[in-house]
């Protein structure tokens, strides 16, 4: 599927893995630790006007709202970069469909199925959930993309995760990648397509697919992608109505004969409730092994992110921590993705539910989860977050740690105090 | 690469690696390469003074012009930021060798001019202490303090053409003429 829309960019009849080839893109997105380098690369291309400005997707989203002075002077780099080139995708903070690059790209209907895009981010991967060929790339790749409209690829292998049965109870996408990254490890898609596939595909959410296509980075691998179902095409009529209207998207299918370099079979049934501890995403386990070794207390829970910050996360950690307390000693931040899901979160009330139970509620931003502001960990203090990297340092002090899960576990491990299943939470009492 | 630390070899590619080598295991990732606490900067220099703090505390304060970085599997994975091989060529790192690289930090390196080689022996193989010369453009390594040649993966055609070209960037000024388009435009 990836080769096939990759051929289709590059004006191919068809593509195989290893093939250098150049490819004309649909969409190209950076923030704001990316996209200033990569002015200054695409004026020393000697271009003056970038090649399409409705193409280019640019957010403040990681050191904003500004932490510091010279993230100030990033995100006014980039403001005015836009200003100038008239850039119609330049979310500024507080504007509507602002918000964490991922949630807002298919958020506001920006990726549609065949699309062929890059950013200069490593998460850019999770719009292969509608179809599309989508992956990370750095600030030269993104200034050079923005003054030409193409890129180079090779062409990947691909891998298929063949998914069958349906999920149980609280386990949801994230659980499925983090499973799928503890089986092949931490480099075991790399330079490789992640391509999901089997009748357990019908049984995931929009949601699911995107956290799990989020994480395709995180097993090394270029994209993941999945098949177009009517779960994609209802997602494409609600946010992006127009071009669902005019069918100005491209259903691409892998041929029955396609060639994998492997495959992996998935029950759903089989996937547990994951915990992957520190320092590598392949370190994920079933949490009551993880809950059963290791009864230490955590100082903080993070849940949002690019990888579970959309509004059925919320939803889902809401109805969890709705009646109850988040545990003394434990600070939990509640971070919607975009502008649109917090609003949503606020008119539907879980907002006031967080806030009671003892929850921060921040703005949309990148900010604790590459421990760049707004929830930096000390020394010796220990996260439990449903973001997507556990890595030494990542969210703050190299001495601290951090316990990669869902959404569920995050609430448990909030009201527990310890790493912790949903299944632990006591019942609550009924007024 | 520092004239001081390195000699010409046969080719002009050709160098004796002579420096320090900086030893590491499997998948160093960005985020021990430069923490995203200092990416509120995108000044090459301030960059490298915080060049792999979380990994090893003594790297900014000890490399040297020349020397190199000798890794495992899956080295630079993580994070797409490039500010990652810019703080380490800043650093003064003549080529890091590794086992193998992740796909971003493969294409960044290229892109900017960070001397890479993809080769598993090699990176088994050389010990803290080994002197090097290596062949960018043939991707050979000799150990010349165990006598042993080892082959790098390759370079296909098109990444040689952009780094023949310095990287992307001049690939891109080399192939474009922005400004004929735009006077055309205009």
Redesign the interface.
């Given at each position: 599927m990836t080769q096939k829309i990759l051929a289709a960019h590059a004006g191919l009849e068809t593509v195989k893995a290893g093939d250098l080839i150049e490819a004309k893109l649909d969409l190209m997105l950076g923030n704001d630790v990316t996209v200033p380098p990569a002015i200054d690369v695409f004026y020393r291309t000697g271009a003056t006007r970038v090649f399409d400005q409705d193409r280019i997707v640019m957010v403040p989203s990681h050191f904003a709202p500004n932490k510091d002075i010279k993230s100030a002077e990033h995100c006014k780099k980039m403001r005015l970069f836009a200003a100038a080139q008239g850039i119609t995708h330049y979310y500024e903070q507080g504007s509507k469909g602002m918000g964490i690059e991922h949630v807002i790209v298919p958020e506001n209907g920006l990726v549609l199925p065949g699309y062929c895009m890059i950013g200069a981010d490593s998460h850019t991967c999770t719009d292969g959930a509608l179809g599309a060929f989508a992956t990370g790339v750095g600030s030269t790749d993104l200034g050079c993309a923005m003054a030409t409209g193409q890129t180079w690829f090779k062409v990947p292998q691909a891998i298929r995760i063949n998914l069958s049965g349906q999920l149980r109870p609280h386990v949801a996408g994230k659980d499925l990648i983090l499973y799928v990254i503890s089986k092949i490890g931490v480099d075991g898609a790399l330079y490789r397509s992640m391509e999901y596939t089997g009748p357990g595909v019908a049984q995931l959410s929009m949601n699911d697919r995107l956290t799990i296509c989020n994480m395709a980075i995180e097993a090394g691998g270029k994209n993941g992608i999945f098949p177009v179902d009517q779960v994609t095409l209802d997602y494409i009529r609600e946010h992006a109505p127009q071009a669902y209207a005019q069918k100005n998207y491209q259903v691409f299918t892998a041929d029955p004969d396609a060639e994998y370099v492997q495959t992996l079979d998935i029950d759903l049934a089989e996937v547990p409730l994951m915990v992957a501890k520190p320092y590598l995403p392949e370190n994920g386990q079933d949490v009551r092994l993880v809950a059963a070794a290791d009864q230490a207390a955590i100082q903080q829970v993070v849940i949002g992110s690019c990888t579970n910050g959309r509004y059925d996360d919320f939803k889902v950690a809401a109805e969890l921590l709705r009646g109850r307390q988040v545990a003394p000693g434990v600070r939990c931040f509640i971070i919607p993705g975009s502008q649109a899901v917090y609003l949503r979160c606020l008119r539907d009330g879980l907002l006031a539910d967080f806030v009671d139970a003892g929850c921060v509620v921040g703005p949309p931003t990148c900010g604790p989860c590459i421990g760049g502001h707004m929830g930096v960990l000390a020394s010796e203090e220990r996260c439990v977050s449903t973001t997507n990297r556990n890595f030494v340092g990542r969210m703050g002090s190299p001495e601290s740690q951090t316990f990669l899960a869902g959404v569920p576990v995050a609430c448990a491990s909030a009201v527990m105090g310890r790493i912790a299943s949903p299944d632990e939470l006591p019942e609550l009492v009924k007024a | 690469m520092s004239e001081n630390q390195t000699k010409p070899g046969d080719a002009q590619t050709d160098c004796l690696l002579s420096g320090k080598l900086y030893c590491y295991g499997?998948?160093v990732?960005t985020?021990?390469i430069i923490?995203?606490?200092y990416?509120?900067?995108?000044d090459p220099a301030e960059l490298a003074k915080h060049c792999m703090?979380?990994?090893d505390a003594d790297f900014a304060a000890t490399v040297k012009p020349g020397d190199f970085i000798v890794a495992g599997?899956?080295f630079g994975?993580?994070?797409?930021?490039?500010?990652a091989p810019?703080a380490i060529k800043a650093s003064g790192i003549a080529l890091v060798i590794a086992a193998?690289f992740?796909?971003?930090f493969f294409?960044?390196a290229i892109?900017?001019g960070l001397p890479i080689l993809e080769c598993p022996e090699a990176a088994a193989d050389i010990q803290a202490g080994d002197q090097l010369k290596v062949s960018l453009t043939e991707g050979w390594i000799e150990n010349l303090s165990r006598q042993t040649r080892y082959q790098a993966t390759p370079f296909?055609?098109?990444?040689r053409k952009?780094m023949a070209a310095d990287?992307?960037?001049g690939y891109?000024?080399g192939k474009?003429?922005?400004?004929t388009t735009?006077e055309a435009?205009a």
């Open positions: - | 499997d998948n990732d985020d021990v923490p995203a606490r990416l509120n900067t995108t703090e979380d990994l599997q899956n994975s993580g994070s797409s930021r490039e500010h810019v193998s992740s796909r971003i294409r960044n892109n900017m296909p055609d098109f990444i952009l990287g992307l960037v891109v000024r474009y003429d922005f400004a735009e435009k």
